[in-house]
């Protein structure tokens, strides 16, 4: 029997260790949101002064008003 060296032992074991630690992929949900729904949650969720959120909301504002 050969002795078997370092670098043949590790990465085998790393190629055993690597497919147990693979999870299966779960792509992200999205929702699709009205004018309306889009505001009501970016209201919740921004933060007092946060310009992008604050850009985003007169956004969803004009749209909601050119549907109406």
């Known amino acids: 029997m050969r002795p078997v060296s370092a670098d043949q ?3 085998a074991n790393g190629a055993r ?3 147990r630690r693979l999870k299966p992929y779960n ?3 999205f929702k ?3 004018p309306e729904q889009a ?11 946060d310009a992008g959120a604050q ?3 007169k956004i969803a504002s ?3 008003r050119s549907r109406e």
Not at 39 to 49: H, M, V
């Open 9 to 11: 032992d590790s990465s």
């Open 17 to 19: 260790s690597a497919q």
């Open 27 to 29: 792509a992200p949900q």
């Open 32 to 34: 699709i949101l009205t």
């Open 39 to 49: 505001e009501a949650e970016l209201r919740a969720r921004a933060l007092p002064g």
């Open 55 to 57: 850009q985003l909301l």
């Open 62 to 64: 004009k749209l909601a």
